[in-house]
């Protein structure tokens, strides 16, 4: 298969300066939006509709195929590598949270189960689904050049967008935490305290649930412990870190709240079966 370019691994954020909202096309996008190295600043949301072409997307350690009518969805901080065919054609469409949440602050980002650290981040759109390329399409048009209300309109549309997928992702991926209020309600406290609350029952505290419940909970959802969910979360924050930073092995541990490094290192061998070291000589290889 002819590719774009070489592989490359990093973050993905934007290569220029980041913006709080853009809708470009591929490949033109390709030149300025790209996996590299380093964090997005600010976060930045990504979707990319693929038209036309072929390849493969790596999102943090998982590979998906690229092919017409697949909708992907990106979140800040996620590491991986793209190889497209020269062919490849699309839309992609870039905004912070603050953009979005301005107008909508009773739909957060967090919500969408699409937007996940634990959801695959594809959708197949096929017919007889919502017009999800031509809202996408209706957004280009409206940010390609100075219109008034430009900017609520774009959210508008940005809204019923991330609205109607949310329909579709339900019903292609029934295990997604969102159709269970608790198990989403655990998973988004994970996102936001994984570094800091390491044991099972400060959050089910928090869920006034008792850990037991909440791990029957969580298996009955999503074919899972509770406590499995939260060690996958701090191994994939690990990864993240180890592949995509310059932070020493000790370095990272303390970033994700691990007091020893000695203790980091055999935590991470159980759930990945290597030490960090080799996992982060494994991957730049």
Known sequence: MK????????????????????????????????FTG?????????LVYITHGSGSLTVDFEQYSVQPDRLFFLLPGQVG??????????????FSAEFYEERF?????????FFSNFHPPLLD?????EPLLPLLQGLYQEAA???????????SYLHVLLQLADRHYRRAHPLAA???????????LINRHFRSQKVLRDYADQLQLSPNHLNALCRRVLRKTASDRLHERIVLEAKRLLLSSSQSVGQVALTLGFGDASYFGRYFKKYVHVTP???RQQQRA
């Open 3 to 34: 590719t774009t370019a070489s592989r490359s691994v990093g973050v993905w954020t934007h290569a220029r300066e980041p913006r709080l909202f853009f809708v470009e096309h591929l490949p033109a996008a390709q030149v300025r939006f790209q």
């Open 38 to 46: 380093g964090p997005a600043e600010p976060p930045v949301y990504v």
């Open 81 to 94: 590598c793209a190889q497209l065919s020269a062919d490849v054609q699309g839309l992609v469409l870039g």
């Open 105 to 113: 602050p009773d739909f957060p980002l967090a919500a969408y189960p």
């Open 125 to 129: 759109v096929r017919p007889p689904m």
């Open 145 to 155: 050049g100075p219109a008034p209300q430009q900017l609520e309109v774009s959210r």
């Open 178 to 188: 969102g159709d269970n209020p608790q198990v989403a309600a655990f998973e988004y």
């Open 277 to 279: 070291e080799a996992f």
